[in-house]
């Protein structure tokens, strides 16, 4: 099979830069047109929505003006002025030019009997503050008469502008129709173009592609002895062709080469090693999810749906860490974090009587290392240290940078480890574990240490005097 000389990837580019070029300019085109119709067609009945502001203005103006003349209300008096001023405000904007339109005259006689009407409305407010009763009954009888011419001519000049702009409105959404039709024409027809240009591009590369389809489902089954007999031209199928070809090759070569490698048994000792550490990091015991549940409930019914907030927020953290870095290693800083969390967890599980204590040295906290490290160990010192005592008992978490490596120590005050228990989990021996709790024991941890820095990490585990206190001592290389 024969192909012509010309770049298929030229081609193409310049034919969807052509099209995308002419519609970028047509929508340009239409969108301004349909933009500017729209524009018109919002702003065809924005007269009568002014004009009926101004009616409410007005009749709130006369609502708090009789209010006060009646039982003296200054609520009402202050509202008056308020409502007065934003009134203001609006007939200053309105036409007062002298014209022969009669909606010009309608508009410029409702602005000046508006100003009178307030006059008026303001003589008869100082006419009633002054005890000047004939008065003030004179002038608010002459504003109201003013208010109802007022409320007349807005109501003739509405009529007038609701006709004039009825028929605007049609014409526009007339205009608009004829414009929606332009557009979905000309984006038919750029499409209609567009797609028998393709058509014609895409016959051209189908039959060897094709081809090429067939030869690779070969390859796919394991026959790696499939190459393509296609006289290639200087396009991308040649292109193709040519680096299908290469690939079958190499793929013999490379298959002959893993058949020989001795890396496979390496590789299986990894995965192995990999299965491991995910199903050690999974361990973790469904009660002490529902006992620090038991503990949300608890505290919904005792404390206010803020402090249950915060409570829930810090489980969800806690859980959503467990589950995230099941298979993934950590900051020392995220793993701090973590500790937060189920110390206030266990906090408000036990009205907050743990007592926490941090001496961290913040450089280090950007070191990795696996996951699921300092919680069980702090979750150690209280299910087995301090629990028993909880009002004198203590636990402290340090860590600091020894140069060379990072030094951590988790402690308590509590009541100490027997000598079997610390050589049996130092061993990696297996350890019963306490339904309350996460499930993830020191042993747990030791051995993940070991698979993530082999023999650069070392951990011990020491009794403080009279067999008072603990200690977890690890020192781990820094992994950034």
Do not use: W
Request: charged content about 30%.
């Amino acid at each position: 099979m024969r192909r012509s000389d010309g770049s298929i990837k030229k081609k193409l580019t310049f034919i969807m830069i052509y099209m995308i070029v002419l519609i970028f300019f047509s929508n340009i085109i239409m969108f301004g047109l349909v933009n500017n119709l729209t524009r018109q067609l919002d702003s065809v009945y924005s007269s009568n929505v002014d004009l009926n502001e101004l009616q409410e203005q007005l009749n709130e103006l006369q609502k708090n003006l009789y209010n006060y003349l009646k039982v003296r209300d200054y609520d009402s008096l202050q509202e008056y002025y308020r409502v007065q001023q934003d009134l203001n405000a609006r007939l200053f904007e309105m036409n007062d030019d002298v014209t022969g339109n009669k909606s010009d005259i309608l508009e410029k006689n409702i602005k000046n009997m508006s100003y009178r009407f307030i006059r008026k409305a303001d003589d008869s407010i100082a006419a009633k503050r002054g005890m000047q009763i004939e008065d003030y009954k004179a002038n608010y009888e002459e504003a109201m008469n003013i208010y109802g011419y007022i409320n007349s001519d807005i109501d003739e000049l509405n009529e007038t502008l609701l006709k004039n702009n009825a028929a605007s409105y049609r014409s526009l959404q007339s205009a608009l129709g004829i414009l929606e039709a332009a557009v979905i024409g000309v984006l038919a027809i750029i499409m209609i173009f567009g797609i028998y240009v393709m058509t014609k591009m895409t016959n051209e590369i189908v039959a060897p592609l094709t081809l090429l389809s067939k030869k690779a489902e070969l390859v796919g089954e394991g026959d790696f002895n499939q190459k393509l007999d296609i006289e290639s031209g200087d396009d991308e199928i040649g292109i193709v062709t040519n680096a299908f070809n290469g690939m079958v090759d190499s793929l013999n070569e490379y298959m002959i080469r893993v058949k020989e490698s001795a890396d496979k048994e390496l590789m299986m000792e990894n995965h192995l090693k990999e299965a491991r550490l995910r199903f050690l990091q999974a361990q973790i015991n469904p009660h002490f999810l529902f006992n620090s549940l038991n503990a949300g409930v608890q505290l919904a019914e005792m404390e206010n749906d803020e402090k249950t907030s915060v409570f829930l927020n810090r489980m969800a953290d806690f859980f959503r860490y467990n589950v995230k870095k099941t298979t993934e290693d950590a900051t020392l800083e995220e793993e701090v974090k973590l500790v937060d969390d189920y110390i206030y967890i266990q906090n408000v599980r036990f009205a907050g009587d743990i007592v926490f204590i941090k001496d961290i040295d913040e450089s280090v906290l950007g070191y990795r290392i696996p996951s699921m490290i300092l919680e069980p160990l702090v979750e150690n010192s209280l299910q087995h240290g301090i629990r028993d005592d909880l009002s004198s008992g203590h636990i402290k978490l340090e860590i600091r940078d020894k140069k060379t490596y990072i030094y951590i120590c988790v402690s308590d005050n509590g009541k100490g480890i027997d000598e079997e228990t610390r050589k049996k989990i130092l061993g990696s021996g297996k350890i019963e574990h306490d339904d309350d709790s996460t499930g993830i024991g020191m042993d747990n941890v030791f051995s993940r240490l070991d698979f993530y820095f082999g023999d650069n990490a070392s951990y011990n585990i020491k009794s403080g005097i009279d067999g008072k206190g603990t200690e977890v001592i690890l020192k781990i290389p820094k992994k950034e």
